[in-house]
């Protein structure tokens, strides 16, 4: 089963690929829902929620914090697709990958699937394997290159790059990503030449500036809309890595755009845009 269109945009970019198999385990084992982990603004929480109404599931989504607005604009996307909401801790959320949390939920949900937080794991690197970045309509591309928060979407690049390199922009501040991305390579196999780097303006997660901003805005008249936490602080770097010679003239580029635009109306209702005030 190949990569397939979604006319949904809360389900664009990477989020379709990574969920696809998941969705399909799911529908195979008759889970009437599915459950997954995100943050008050998270894409992912959105896509689940929407991807889960679109087959007719429930969904339940855990969400870091206690003390969380559920009338942000990103939780009311998820309930607006049925996502049930269950805020917890910070200090209960950084246990959302260990086993014991994990089966107590199974069994408080015996229903429900379980999605990874960010969606990551080997069958969503799958999904993003099949997404074909190494041709172009103007021919072959010299190089394919994404944003990197948790790891899935880069893996599955270099699953499909055939022999094309990848370049990861990294948007977080992890010193254990490289790992990360190396558990979904498996040793045994010969991999494309793959590196990481970190963004080169606010590499922070989440920050960012007016120029950044600008940035973004600056592609709208293209009829290209980038959010500046992942695609547009990753678009910006590569610019910086043209001008500075570091990826050479005459290379052709593969930028693969990984959705997640509903972000912008969570920054505007914090007050984090330029002329945007918190609600």
Same mark, same amino acid.
């Given at each position: ?34 459950? %997954?982990?995100? #943050? !008050? ?17 429930? /969904? ?34 950084? /246990? ?6 994990? +089966? ?10 379980? *999605?990874?937080?960010?969606? %990551? ?5 799958? #999904? ?9 309509? !103007?021919?072959? !591309? ?44 498996? !040793? ?31 592609? %709208? ?10 695609? #547009? ?6 610019? +910086?890595? *043209? ?6 003239? #005459? ?29």
């Amino acid at each position: 089963m190949r990569y397939t269109s979604c006319n949904n945009p809360d389900i664009s970019g990477n989020k379709l690929l990574k969920l696809k198999y998941q969705l399909k385990q799911a529908l195979q084992q008759k889970y009437p829902g599915l459950l %997954t982990f995100g #943050g !008050a603004f998270s894409n992912h929480l959105v896509a689940t929620a929407a991807a889960a109404a679109e087959h007719n599931l429930k /969904s339940i989504g855990i969400v870091r914090g206690e003390e969380v607005d559920i009338n942000n604009p990103t939780l009311t996307l998820c309930r607006s697709y049925g996502m049930q909401l269950i805020p917890v801790s910070r200090e209960l959320y950084r /246990s959302r990958h260990d086993q014991p949390w994990l +089966e107590q939920l199974a069994r408080q949900f015996p229903d429900y699937f379980q *999605i990874p937080e960010g969606g %990551t794991c080997k069958a969503a690197v799958q #999904g993003v394997s099949e997404l074909d970045m190494c041709n172009t309509p !103007a021919g072959p !591309a010299s190089l394919l290159i994404c944003a990197v928060g948790s790891g899935g979407t880069i893996a599955g690049l270099i699953h499909g790059a055939q022999n094309t390199p990848v370049l990861g922009i990294a948007v977080v501040k992890d010193p254990g990503l490289p790992d990360k991305i190396k558990q979904f390579l498996p !040793a045994d196999h010969s991999w494309p030449e793959w590196q990481l780097v970190q963004a080169l303006h606010q590499p922070r997660y989440g920050h960012f500036d007016h120029q950044l901003w600008q940035f973004c805005l600056a592609f %709208t008249d293209q009829a290209v809309q980038l959010e500046p936490i992942y695609t #547009g602080k990753a678009l910006y770097t590569v610019f +910086e890595l *043209i001008k500075s010679g570091v990826i050479p003239a #005459g290379s052709r580029l593969s930028f693969f755009h990984t959705g997640g635009l509903q972000a912008i109306k969570g920054l505007a209702y914090r007050g984090l845009l330029p002329g945007s005030e918190p609600a």
